[in-house]
Nanobody, 119 residues
Framework: QLVESGGGLVQSGGSLRLSCVGSGFLFERSDMSWYRQAPGKERELVASIDRGDSTRTYSDSVKGRFTISRDDAESTLFLQMSKLEPEDTAVYYC??????????????WGQGTQVTISS
């Protein structure tokens, strides 16, 4: 299970910090990501962080403004968002990909948290 929090309404140029708490799977062994979906658009990958926190990747639209991080001791994923723009308005989803060895991977999704940026 993944439970997001931290969404809300902020003005353009503001900041928000999203959190996602995982349970029921091996969080520390999972690759974690944040996705978002704006009204009328497809869900898109925003940022990813691998298990072990050796690699972080960002979409071009958020690079330099958003920071993904994780706390494995607390089974929590974060997304620090700054310099927010109206185009960042979307529902943000937490995603986990747990490796199952030769059986492939299991994927989990959170329920989403709404982020709204006013101009």
């Amino acid at each position: 299970q993944l439970v997001e929090s931290g969404g809300g309404l902020v003005q353009s140029g503001g900041s928000l910090r999203l959190s996602c708490v995982g349970s029921g799977f091996l969080f520390e062994r999972s690759d974690m990501s944040w996705y978002r979906q704006a009204p009328g658009k497809e869900r898109e990958l925003v940022a990813s962080i691998d298990r072990g926190d050796s690699t972080r990747t960002y979409s071009d639209s958020v690079k330099g403004r958003f920071t993904i991080s994780r706390d494995d001791a607390e089974s929590t994923l974060f997304l620090q968002m700054s310099k927010l723009e109206p185009e960042d308005t979307a529902v943000y989803y937490c995603h986990a990909q747990e490796p199952m060895g030769r059986f492939g991977t299991l994927e989990y999704w959170g329920q989403g948290t709404q982020v709204t940026i006013s101009s």
